[in-house]
């Protein structure tokens, strides 16, 4: 059994800028993916990015490739998700996720793990 929680959401003005942060718990895989993602009120969970824990390999939406910044901390178990010159359409609930073998780390469904989310509002 995994346990993600997540922290660092709030409310940011356009610009600004939040940073979350992924505790992970539990029965931590020593090589796993984790990955970030993002609901915003009537609609789909879609994929933020996400990081490869063995290799450091990163992934980013097209949406926020440049202004995002994911990166680990393995000793400490933790993924954290910089996140700069927010805008409005940023506003969601953020997700962390991980699993042991996952193919595409875009897909929700790749992964067995959730936290419990974090709200973040972007106002304009």
């Known amino acids: 059994q995994v346990q993600l929680v997540e922290s660092g959401g709030g409310l940011v003005q356009a610009g600004g800028s939040l940073r979350l942060s992924c505790a992970a718990s539990?029965?931590?895989?020593?090589?796993?993916?984790m990955g970030w993602f993002r609901q915003a009120p009537g609609k789909e969970r879609e994929f933020v990015a996400a990081?490869?824990?063995?290799?450091?390999?990163?992934y980013y939406a097209d949406s926020v490739k440049g202004r995002f910044t994911i990166s680990r901390d393995n000793a400490k178990n933790t993924v954290y998700l910089q996140m700069n010159s927010l805008k409005p359409e940023d506003t969601a609930v953020y997700y962390c996720?991980?699993?042991?073998?996952?193919?595409?780390?875009?897909?929700?469904?790749?992964?067995?793990?959730w936290g419990q989310g974090t709200q973040v509002t972007v106002s304009s």
């Open positions: 996720a991980t699993d042991l073998n996952i193919n595409d780390v875009t897909q929700v469904y790749d992964y067995g793990y």
């Open positions: 539990g029965r931590t895989f020593s090589y796993c993916t």
């Open positions: 990081i490869r824990w063995s290799g450091g390999s990163t």
